[in-house]
Structure formats: structure tokens, C-alpha cells
């Protein structure tokens, strides 16, 4: 059904199949055994699909699922890291709207097809973004009283 | 006749606002390419915390209702359906644009929309008080298996593998497992120290359909949608009336199959309006029209979308099984309000649940109205750049997730579930199931260890579980829902699928 290289299905049906098998491990070794009996049951059918999963992967018989293409995953990669960053550091230690006015205009800068010479193109980026990070304040620190954490700025 | 009592509620100035503030947010949110009804509705509930119960729920509703018809202005416009649920309508629609005939595409989508949604709504007011006082004859072992059946069934109809399918059923059952247990109060599977207090659903739901989008959307690079948007001319409404309302066929047979299809969980707008299309154009006396600019289509389509939003709240409101993703979501948000859906709820809440279902079919009236005076701003809406649209779904995703518990912890959760769920999309597994399975394993597993009680002290376990004529029904739909999905699949799927939709949405895009 798909011309997609087995290997990227391989990885992918294999990882899961070690996570089933993991928690289907924890959950017949770990005490109390009344605590783990609905979990019992469900890893142990989590691992048998996981398992038929890696297995059809293995035989190259996976018939659903695109995969990712090469420009797909050049694309996403610069990104990717953005958010990864904003979320797993940035957020906290910079404060939330700091982290989010910078991540918000990298964001836009970097998938904006408008060309980067041009002056305009900046001045719209950071309008868009301030614009936006006026309703986000508004929105959460004004309307709903959401504290979040601010370390730098607001 | 208790929704004719609750009425007036819908009316007060404070709900009333939500509801008209639900509706044009939806139809605008709805012509964003890129932002699904599901999604929509996941990025709301974190502000519907300040708010009451039946005014949340309000807000909910109407957004839900309105992206799915507002996902037709950019399917017409743009060529690019807003939600999936707005395949069917680009066939038809955007020719009919080219045509010069936009602005006449748009009425008649509306207005079908309309007419399938009432009619939708309509249903969910008769059938849910019914449903729901059979279902208060429920014990644990029928609650324990409607769980399993709320999450096969999903995991085998929603998917387009069945072994993929419940696989991610099982992995949504096991991460609601997480934290600690209730009865022994033992640590299970914490992992770290974000997991302690378990999977919070809210930011899990906002995680699993909102990061998949943004990855979608960063994927396409610094490419131009290339999309242009068609200007609409003007068209006198009293003529589109009449002509949805001459074509009565395509309407009815539109709001017939996205009602059918909207009771069956786990069977998404898409396919209802794909399948009201082929059998609109199976019984059309102009059927060598289709495809080149025919309203049939347009109203086939477009009443089969919104006809499905109604009856597919019926299994949620009633057995607490959301019959789809959008109601899984509507689910957390109830469940954020402390309100547990299910027999009781019409008992316990009727002015939450009545004043809810009153405003959906209000909203349906609304939604119409104004979907044919903003759809040319709604239309503009639809040209946002996905670079925009990424970064403000992404920061959206964080703020939400941070609000529900003011939790660092969640935010790391909804983005490590998000970016997961993502991978998994790409390798054939779907959200749906797995949402399914992180709402409904604390069900399932608190019916399971109350039933294992129950039946240790009478019968035993075998019997308790496996006989009595509501067991055996249950069990035979999750039998039945699993065999015929495989056989369909040994056939290879000789029908329509959600794999044929995405293909389609993926080619439209």
C-alpha cells in the first residue's frame, strides 16, 4: 500500500512494541498485585498488538501510515527545536510571555514565505506577534487571572 | 417535553453572549485550514473554567457546531476543506466558485447545514431520554463493558488498521493508569515526577489534537498555501431557499446518513459527508453534474456534516461514551465542571444538560444567520499564513495546558503526548482511540475492581462478567465491530475510509 522504507516502520513499531512489553513487565512484577490487575490485563493485550505490530513491520508487510519524507522532516527540524526549547526551558526560565513573544516571532519568521530582505515583512511579523501577545495577556493575566510564570520582563 | 421548559435559559444575557460568541468565533475558527473542530474545541475548555457549568458547556457547543460549517467557506473559497468534515463540500463548491457562483455555494451550504444540523439536534433531544433511561438499569459489569466497546469501536471504525487501532486504544487505557491508584493508593508508572498526580485530560486532549497540527503545518516550510481566495459576488438569499429547499432529495438524504452515521461512534463527519455525496449522486436525476458545480453536492454534503454533530452527543450524553473525538473532548470539558454524563445527568443536571442541547439547536439558527453575512470575512480569515497559525496554536497549547493546574508538569505532558502522537499519525495510528482510552480507562477500571467486589461476594468473576443478556449484547457489538472492521480490511477496505478521506484532504491541500 505504501512505498514508505520499511526501516522507518520498523523503528517505529519496534520502539512501541519495547513500551508494551515494559509495561506489561512492570505490571505483572510490581506489588500490590490487587493495585496493577486492570493494567495487567491491558499490557497484556497492549504487548500482543505491539508485538503483532513490530512483527508485520518486520515482514514489510505494513499496509497504513505515510511515514515521514526527507523534506517533511527538514521542514519541521528548525521548528521542532523552537518549540522543544520554549517548552522544556524556555517557558519557565524566561516566563511565559517572554518565552512565547520570542518563540511566536521565531516561529513566524522562520515559515513566513515572504521574502526576508524586505523591511515590511518585519515590521508584519513583529505586529502579528505584538498583537497577539496583547490578546494573550489579556486573555490569561487580565480576563481568566492565569499566573503564570514570569521571570524576565512580564 | 423538559427542552421546551429549559428554553428561556438559552436566552439570558450572559448565555445567550456565549452562544453568539461560540458561534462566530466557531465559524471564523472553522474557515482556518488547519484547525479542526476537535482541536477548536480543545484549545476552548481551558476558558470555560471561569465559567459555569451549562455557560461552558455553551461555549463548547456552539464552536463545535459552527467550525464544522465554517469549514465549508474555505473548502469553497480556498479548495483547502477547513475541517475534514468539509471534503465533500470542496467537489461541488469550489467549482461552483469558479463558476462565479461563490457567494451561492456559501448560502446553500449554510443553509443545508442548518437544516441537517436541527434536524440533528432534533434527534439528540428524543433519543437521548430514552437511551438514558435504559441506561440506568447499568450495573458495573455492562459500565466495565461499554468502556471496552466505546474504545474498539472507535479503535477499529475510526482507524484504517484494526491491530493499529486498538493498539492505541490500549496505550490510552494504559496512560490513564498513571499516578496513583484508587483503591490501594499505589504508584503506578510514574516516571517521572510530572506523572504523580496521573494524566490530567484536558491538557493530554489539547496535546494529542493540537501539536500533531502544528507539526502538520511546520512541515510545509516556507511554501505559500499558493491558495487564492475567489471573490464572492452577490446572490440574493431568498433564492438560495429556494434552491436548497427544491432539491429536497440531496437534503434529505444528506441529514438521513449524517444522522445515521453521527449515532455510530466513532465514524467522523468526513465520511458522512463523503457517503451522503456518492448516494446523492447515486439517486440524482442530474448526476452527470457532480463534481462540475452542482449544488446537490454543496447541500448533500454539507447537511450530512452538521446532521451528525447532534446524534453523535447521544452515546456521551447518555452512557457517557463519546460516540466521537470532538464529544471526547466535550466530555473533559464536563468532567472539569465536575459533572459526570451518563443516566444521571438528565436527573442530576437537567439545566446543564437541557440548557446544552437547547443552545445547539439555537446555535444551529445562529450559525446560519451568521454564516451568510460573515462568510466573506470568515473567507479572509482562511488566507492566514500556517506560519501565524502554527505559532499561535502552539502558544495557545502551552498556556492552556499551564492553566487547567497552573502545572509546569502538564505543559510537559500535553507537548510529550503532542509530539508523540504526531510520530504515531505518521506510522497509521490515530487519536481518536487513544483519547477514547485515556477517558474511558477510569471507567472501565473503576467498574472492573467494583464488579471483580461484587462478584467475588456472589457469583464469581466468570459469571458476573460473561452472562446476562446485556453483557452478551455488549460483548457481541465489540465481537461484531472488531470481526466486520477486519473483514473489511481482508477486503481491503473496499469502502470509504478515513485513510480515503485524509488522501482526499491531503491531495485537496
Known amino acids: 500500500m505504501t512505498d514508505l522504507p520499511r526501516t522507518q516502520h520498523i523503528i517505529a513499531s519496534g520502539l512501541i512494541a519495547a513500551v508494551g512489553v515494559t509495561v506489561a513487565y512492570i505490571s505483572f512484577t510490581q506489588e500490590p498485585a490487587q493495585a496493577y490487575l486492570f493494567p495487567r490485563m491491558i ?30 522532516m527538514k521542514n519541521m527540524l528548525p521548528g521542532l527545536i523552537v518549540m522543544l526549547v520554549y517548552v522544556f526551558w524556555a517557558a519557565k526560565a524566561l516566563g511565559f510571555y517572554t518565552a512565547t513573544t520570542i518563540a511566536v516571532f521565531i516561529v513566524i519568521s522562520l515559515y513566513d514565505p515572504a521574502p526576508h530582505g524586505a523591511a515590511k515583512t518585519w515590521i508584519k511579523r513583529i505586529a502579528i506577534t ?25 | ?37 476537535t482541536m477548536a474545541v480543545a484549545l476552548l475548555i481551558p476558558f470555560t473554567f471561569q465559567l459555569e457549568p451549562q455557560q461552558g458547556l455553551i461555549l463548547l457547543g456552539a464552536a463545535y457546531t459552527s467550525t464544522v460549517a465554517g469549514g465549508a467557506v474555505s473548502a469553497i473559497l480556498l479548495k483547502i476543506p477547513g475541517a475534514p468534515a468539509n471534503i465533500a463540500t470542496t467537489l ?57 466497546l466505546g474504545v474498539t469501536v472507535i479503535g477499529t471504525l475510526d482507524s484504517s488498521s484494526v491491530v493499529k487501532g486498538l493498539l492505541s486504544g490500549c496505550i490510552g487505557l494504559w496512560l490513564a493508569t498513571i499516578g496513583f491508584d484508587d483503591i490501594m493508593g499505589a504508584q503506578r508508572f510514574i516516571f517521572h515526577s510530572s506523572l504523580s498526580g496521573g494524566i490530567n485530560v484536558i491538557p493530554a486532549l489539547i496535546g ?46 444528506g441529514t438521513a446518513v449524517g444522522s445515521i452515521i ?56 447518555t452512557l457517557s461514551i463519546p460516540g466521537s473525538p470532538t464529544a471526547a473532548v ?88 503532542g509530539l508523540a502522537m504526531y510520530f504515531l499519525e505518521r506510522f497509521g495510528f490515530s487519536a481518536a482511540p487513544l483519547v477514547l482510552g485515556l477517558i474511558l480507562g477510569p471507567i472501565a477500571e473503576a467498574n472492573f475492581i467494583q464488579g471483580s467486589m461484587i462478584a467475588n461476594a456472589t457469583v464469581g468473576l466468570g459469571p458476573y462478567f460473561f452472562t446476562g443478556a446485556l453483557n452478551w449484547l ?15 480490511e481482508l477486503r481491503q477496505r473496499r469502502y470509504t475510509t478515513k485513510d480515503d478521506a485524509v488522501a482526499k484532504e491531503e491531495s485537496l491541500t
Open chain 1, 43 to 72: 499490557s497484556s493485550v497492549f504487548a500482543v498488538l505491539a508485538i503483532w505490530t513490530f512483527g508485520k513491520a518486520l515482514l514489510g508487510r505494513t499496509k497504513v501510515g505515510n511515514g515521514l519524507s526527507a523534506e517533511a
Open chain 1, 130 to 154: 505584538a498583537g497577539f501577545m496583547a490578546v494573550m495577556y489579556g486573555l490569561f493575566a487580565l480576563l481568566l487571572n492565569v499566573f503564570t510564570p514570569r521571570e524576565v520582563f512580564f
Open chain 2, 208 to 253: 494529542l489534537f493540537a501539536i500533531p497540527q502544528v507539526i502538520t503545518m511546520l512541515t510545509k516550510g516556507r511554501k505559500d498555501s499558493g491558495a487564492e481566495v475567489i471573490t464572492v459576488q452577490r446572490h440574493p438569499i431568498g433564492a438560495a431557499f429556494r434552491e436548497v429547499f427544491s432539491r429536497l432529495r440531496a437534503l434529505s438524504i
Open chain 2, 1 to 37: 417535553m423538559d427542552f421546551i421548559f429549559y428554553m428561556g435559559d438559552v436566552f439570558t444575557p450572559v448565555n445567550f453572549a456565549l452562544l453568539l460568541l461560540g458561534t462566530v468565533g466557531g465559524l471564523i475558527l472553522g474557515a482556518t485550514p488547519g484547525l479542526s473542530p
Open chain 2, 330 to 417: 466535550l466530555l473533559g470539558g464536563l468532567l472539569i465542571h465536575g459533572i459526570f454524563p451518563g443516566p444521571d445527568l438528565f436527573m442530576n443536571y437537567p439545566a446543564v444538560a437541557w440548557t446544552f442541547i437547547d443552545s445547539m439547536l439555537i446555535g444551529q439558527i445562529l450559525m446560519c444567520i451568521f454564516g451568510l453575512f460573515i462568510a466573506g470575512l470568515a473567507a479572509k480569515v482562511a488566507r492566514v499564513p500556517h506560519a501565524v497559525m502554527a505559532a499561535i496554536v502552539l502558544a495557545l497549547a502551552v498556556f492552556g495546558s499551564y492553566s487547567v493546574q497552573n502545572s509546569m508538569g502538564d505543559v510537559y505532558v500535553m507537548a510529550t503526548l
Open chain 2, 474 to 488: 455488549l460483548i457481541a457489538i465489540v465481537v461484531v465491530s472488531i470481526g466486520y472492521s477486519v473483514w473489511m
Open chain 2, 262 to 317: 453521527g449515532l455510530i461512534p466513532g465514524v467522523g463527519g468526513q465520511i458522512a459527508g463523503l457517503v451522503a455525496y456518492d448516494q446523492s449522486k447515486k439517486f440524482s436525476s442530474e448526476s452527470e453534474k457532480f463534481g462540475k458545480g452542482h449544488p446537490e453536492g454543496v447541500i448533500a454534503a454539507e447537511s450530512a456534516n452538521n446532521a451528525m454533530v447532534g446524534p453523535s452527543l447521544v452515546p456521551l450524553l
Open chain 2, 92 to 148: 461541488d463548491g469550489h467549482t461552483m466558485a469558479l463558476n462565479g457562483q461563490g457567494a451561492k455555494a456559501l448560502q446553500v451550504s449554510f443553509l443545508a447545514s442548518a437544516v441537517g444540523g436541527i434536524f440533528g439536534v432534533l434527534l439528540l433531544i428524543f433519543l437521548t431520554p430514552v437511551l438514558a433511561q435504559w441506561a440506568l438499569a447499568f450495573g458495573p459489569s455492562h459500565l466495565f463493558w461499554l468502556a471496552i
